[in-house]
């Protein structure tokens, strides 16, 4: 099983530029979820989606958006690239939101310049 | 809001050493989860405590959920450079239920 497969893994983009990361899960979750890390700090939660068909704001949604395109696959869109958005980030899925272990994805480095 | 706080931040140890990383929660927690984050990866679940006071071993590694619910530890025993990484907890908060990640515990271990 591949679990939970994120892409690309790196990307560079300049200020203002728009991009998508994929997420996709074979594990049959309801849940999904889209996490930023930066460098010395923690896992924030930017956006999940408890179910197919819902999505909700986490800690810092400010600057993206998200699609739960079906139940495999969950994205994240940066619609106009800011420095402040260059961090790592993960997606993760999980069988319930809050009462089940998250299985994460490898991350996306993203550098905005 | 739910803060899920963890003590210490980083720690050095010499390998054989014992590590102890402390997580508490402004509120209580239906169940508390841990993960470890080695340099460069992603964090990678360990284990799920659900009830009051439960203990639980893998081996070197004793996981302790507290009997208010409201607080956790990882006890590492003998420590091995392999043990090098990042440790978050992490419990359920708020109205919607969402995991929310404690602030990590960076384990740096020299042989």
């Known amino acids: 099983n591949a679990g939970v497969t994120q892409t690309p893994k790196f990307q560079v983009l300049k200020t203002g530029q728009s991009m998508t990361l994929q997420c996709a899960q074979d594990?049959?979750?309801?849940?999904m979820y889209w996490y930023r890390q930066d460098p010395g700090m923690g896992l924030r939660l930017i956006y999940y989606s408890a179910s197919e068909g819902t999505t909700d704001k986490g800690e810092v949604p400010n600057g993206y958006n998200v699609s739960r395109l079906n139940k495999r696959e969950f994205s994240l869109r940066l619609e106009s690239a800011a420095p402040s958005q260059t961090s790592v980030y993960f997606c993760?899925?999980?069988?319930?939101?809050?009462?089940?272990?998250?299985?994460f994805g490898n991350g996306t480095r993203l550098t905005v310049t | 809001g739910q803060q899920v706080m963890q003590i210490p931040q980083y720690q050095h140890v010499q390998e054989g050493e014992d590590f102890t990383t402390y997580c508490n929660s402004s509120?209580?927690?239906?169940?508390i989860q841990w993960y470890k984050q080695r340099p460069g990866g992603h964090p990678v679940f360990l284990i799920q405590l659900v009830k009051s006071g439960e203990v639980k071993k893998q081996k070197r590694l004793t996981f302790q959920f507290g009997e208010a619910k409201k607080n956790s530890s990882l006890h590492i025993t003998a420590t091995q450079t392999t043990d090098v990484g990042t440790y978050f907890c992490a419990g359920p908060g708020g109205a919607t239920n969402k995991l929310i990640f404690g602030t990590g515990t960076l384990l740096a271990v020299q042989p």
């Open positions: 509120t209580t927690l239906s169940n």
């Open positions: 594990m049959n979750h309801n849940s």
């Open positions: 993760a899925s999980s069988r319930q939101v809050g009462e089940s272990p998250l299985h």
